[in-house]
Structures are given as C-alpha cells and as structure tokens.
T-cell receptor, first 113, second 112 residues
Framework: QKEVEQNSGPLSVPEGAIASLNCTYS??????FFWYRQYSGKSPELIMF????GDKEDGRFTAQLNKASQYVSLLIRDSQPSDSATYLC?????????????FGTGTRLTIIP | SQTIHQWPATLVQPVGSPLSLECTVE??????LYWYRQAAGRGLQLLFY??????ISSEVPQNLSASRPQDRQFILSSKKLLLSDSGFYLC???????????FGEGSWLTVV
C-alpha cells in the first residue's frame, strides 16, 4: 500500500510569516507530486505540481522536492488569513498504466492575524 | 476552458435507499474521470476511475458502482446505501495519466 504522510496539524502561523508544510511518500518511483488547498466544506483546488528535484516557485508559494529522501514540502511566504485551509499532498503512483493519485490526509493551517 | 459539474450538491438519504450522483465535464474530450470519497477526518479515497466510455476500474470493494455512459459523463450509484457511505463525494478529471487532476464542487451525502 503506497502512502503519503502529513502532519495533521493544526499548524498556526502569524500573518506575514512563512508557513512550511511537509510531506513524505512511500513510492520511490513516483515522478509527479501535487499540492492542493481545501477550504472547509469545499473541494480541493490545485496550488502547484512539481516533477523535478529542487524548488519550484509560483508567487508566494514554493514547492520543494527531494526524491532521494522521498520528501516534498510547500512554503507559503507572507502568509495571509485567506491561506487558512487544509493542504493536501499527493503523488501519482509509478506503476505503468496506473492512473491513481494518492493523497495524504492533509495539514490544517491557520494564519493568525 | 474546461469545467466540471457534479450534482446534487447535498443529499440526505435513508439507509437502504438508492443513490445516484452525476458528473459531467465540458470543454475537453476523452478525459480520465474519477470518483473520490472523503470521510470526516480522513483523506481522499479513490473509489473508481475511468479512461474511456464503459471502462471502469474499482479501487475498493464496496456497495457502490460507477458507470460512464458517455465520454464526459460519470455516474456513481448504489442500490442500497449504508450508514458508512456518508461522506463528501468528489468527481474529478484529468487529461491522460500524466496530467493534473481537477475536482468538481463535491456532493455531501448523509445516510440516516
């Protein structure tokens, strides 16, 4: 059973600070990693995806991938109250022809004004 | 641009009653389609996925079934609901196996 591990939180961060969300995965062959944001009672929405080792930046968001350590993280700079949500990490399993995207249970983030 | 819609948004059903949730995707052809369930306090669980009309793969044994009668239509059904079927059901789509998955608005199901 391939898995994603996330700290469920809650993680509290002051407004304007950097929020750091972490995720480890069990499928060493996986090539695709995703971060979704889910507001309470709503469906998940894609924030970023990353395929290559290193950092990928998009506005205030930076995804970091370390395949050797099987570790992916999401940094949110200049955190805003609107960033308060649950953040889901996901990876696409590496089995040929397998269409499955496996999700973690999510980290609940609260930005404190 | 592509859009995905699912309905109904919320429903309350008695134990033993049937279920039908419907999802359609617009603005694309031959998408991969998915049904996920999110139970309270738990992660997203993949229930079914489909790579084409009439092609359904089931991830977990359960009393639910899925069908894809048309290219952009995906239906989740049950003949007799259980209390444990309560949860947030999400339809999703992607283009090919390498692309990102996008979710619909979700359907809240409460079985009473």
């Amino acid at each position: 059973q391939k898995e994603v591990e996330q700290n469920s939180g809650p993680l509290s961060v002051p407004e304007g600070a950097i929020a750091s969300l972490n995720c480890t995965y069990s499928d060493r062959g996986s090539q695709s990693f995703f971060w979704y944001r889910q507001y309470s009672g709503k469906s998940p929405e894609l924030i970023m995806f990353i395929y290559s080792n290193g950092d990928k930046e998009d506005g205030r968001f930076t995804a970091q991938l370390n395949k050797a350590s099987q570790y992916v993280s999401l940094l949110i700079r200049d955190s805003q109250p609107s960033d308060s949500a649950t953040y889901l990490c996901a990876f696409r399993e590496s089995n040929f022809g397998n269409e499955k995207l496996t999700f973690g249970t999510g980290t609940r983030l609260t930005i404190i004004p | 641009s592509q859009t995905i819609h699912q309905w109904p948004a919320t429903l309350v059903q008695p134990v033993g009653s049937p279920l039908s949730l419907e999802c359609t995707v617009e603005g694309t052809s031959n998408p991969n389609l998915y049904w996920y369930r999110q139970a309270a306090g738990r992660g997203l669980q993949l229930l079914f996925y489909s790579v084409g009309i009439g092609q359904i793969s089931s991830e977990v044994p359960q009393n639910l079934s899925a069908s894809r009668p048309q290219d952009r239509q995906f239906i989740l059904s049950s003949k007799k609901l259980l209390l444990s079927d309560s949860g947030f059901y999400l339809c999703a789509w992607s283009l090919g196996s390498k692309n990102t998955i996008y979710f619909g608005e979700g359907s809240w199901l409460t079985v009473v």
